[in-house]
Nanobody, 119 residues
Framework: QVQLVESGGGLVQPGGSLRLSCVAS????????MSWYRQAPGKERELVAS????????NYADSVKGRFRISRVNDQNLVDLQMNSLRPEDTAVYYC????????????WGQGTQVTVSS
């Protein structure tokens, strides 16, 4: 059974930082590209950042470049999203996604974690 469990969300003031974590189980983690998405109320789910299976390539949405950093530790089945200089428009539910590099039909989502940026 595949599980992606996110943690680290919460309430933070504008300009603050949060670190989201996602731990995967039931998959061979090193075969999966990992991504963070977010969905704000009334909006489509959007890609925030992704990292290749070996960790050598990362990709960021323009809106978070220079503020967010994605990283992974394959030995721990862990992917993190460090979020700095947070803005109210970063408020959303953040989801972790795993996509198999060899069979893209094998894609899994976490349950999401709420991030609220407000004073």
């Amino acid at each position: 059974q595949v599980q992606l469990v996110e943690s680290g969300g919460g309430l933070v003031q504008p300009g603050g930082s949060l670190r989201l974590s996602c731990v995967a189980s039931g998959v061979t983690f090193r075969y999966y590209t990992m991504s963070w998405y977010r969905q704000a109320p009334g909006k489509e789910r959007e890609l925030v950042a992704s990292i290749s299976s070996a960790g050598g390539q990362t990709n960021y949405a323009d809106s978070v470049k220079g503020r967010f950093r994605i990283s992974r530790v394959n030995d721990q089945n862990l992917v993190d999203l460090q979020m700095n200089s947070l803005r109210p428009e970063d408020t959303a539910v953040y989801y972790c996604k795993a996509r198999n590099d060899y069979a893209v039909r094998y894609a899994y989502w976490g349950q999401g974690t709420q991030v609220t940026v407000s004073s």
